[in-house]
C-alpha cells in the first residue's frame, strides 16, 4: 500500500516554542492531507483538512492560529504548533487521500511540552 | 458531531475465541471502514463496507452495516495475542469529501 511518512515520530519541547510536524506521502501524490489529534486513550479528532495551493479548512474549535498548516506541495503538508503549552501535548496524525478514496496514514508524532 | 461511538470500550478475550465490536453514528454515510491501531502508533485500515453492503468479510474479519440503525459490527474470528490494539470505526463526511470522524474505539486485549 501507499506510504505516508510523519516526521518527527516524538518531540519534547519547551513552553512557548513552536513545534514543526511533517506529513508527506512518499509513493503518491495528495492533494488533500487530513490532520488529526488523540488525546490518550481517546479516539482522533479531525483538526484541519489540508489542500494543496490553498489555505487549510479546519474543524470547529480548532485555532487555526495555533495550529498553522501549509500545504506546499502535493507531497508535503506541515503542522506547526506555535507557542506550545502543555495542554498542547498530544499525539498528532496525519492522513493522506490517494485520490482512489483510501486514505493512508502516517505513523503519527508525540508531542510532549514542558 | 459526527463522532460515532463504539461499545465496548474495552474487550478482553482469551486466544481463539471471537471479538465483536460494534459502531454506531449519527449522520447519514457513503461508507464506513474500520481501522486498527497499535498502541501508541498510526492507523492501518482494515476494512470498507458501502453504504449499500450489508456484509463484508476480509480473512478473520467480517464487518455487517446496518443503515437503518446507523450502526455497524466487527467480528474477529480464532482471536492471536497480536490482534490486541484499539479499533476504530470511520465514517465519511455526508457531504462527500473523504475526510472520516472516528469512534470512540474498542480496546482488544487478546490474552495468549
Known amino acids: 500500500g501507499a506510504v505516508v511518512s510523519q516526521h518527527p515520530s516524538r518531540v519534547i519541547c519547551k513552553s512557548g516554542t513552536s513545534v514543526k510536524i511533517e506529513c508527506r506521502s512518499l509513493d503518491f501524490q495528495a492533494t488533500t492531507m487530513f490532520w488529526y489529534r488523540q488525546f490518550p486513550k481517546q479516539s482522533l479528532m479531525l483538526m484541519a483538512t489540508?489542500?494543496?495551493?490553498?489555505?487549510?479548512?479546519?474543524e470547529q474549535g480548532v485555532e487555526k492560529d495555533k495550529f498553522l498548516i501549509n500545504h506546499a506541495s502535493l507531497t508535503l503538508s506541515t503542522l506547526t504548533v506555535t507557542s506550545a503549552h502543555p495542554e498542547d501535548s498530544s499525539f498528532y496524525i496525519c492522513?493522506?487521500?490517494?485520490?482512489?478514496?483510501?486514505?493512508?496514514f502516517g505513523e503519527g508524532s508525540r508531542l510532549t511540552v514542558l | 458531531s459526527q463522532q460515532g461511538e463504539e461499545d465496548p470500550q474495552a474487550l478482553s478475550i482469551q486466544e481463539g475465541e471471537n471479538a465483536t465490536m460494534n459502531c454506531s453514528y449519527k449522520t447519514s454515510i457513503n461508507n464506513l471502514q474500520w481501522y486498527r491501531q497499535n498502541s501508541g502508533r498510526g492507523l492501518v485500515h482494515l476494512i470498507l463496507i458501502r453504504s449499500n453492503e450489508r456484509e463484508k468479510h476480509s480473512g478473520r474479519l467480517r464487518v455487517t452495516l446496518d443503515t437503518s440503525k446507523k450502526s455497524s459490527s466487527l467480528l474477529i474470528t480464532a482471536s492471536r495475542a497480536a490482534d490486541t490494539a484499539s479499533y476504530f470505526c470511520a465514517t465519511d463526511s455526508p457531504n462527500g469529501a473523504n475526510n472520516l470522524f472516528f469512534g470512540t474505539g474498542t480496546r482488544l486485549t487478546v490474552i495468549p
Open positions: 492522513s493522506a487521500d490517494q485520490r482512489a478514496g483510501e486514505l493512508f
Open positions: 489540508s489542500n494543496e495551493g490553498s489555505k487549510a479548512t479546519y
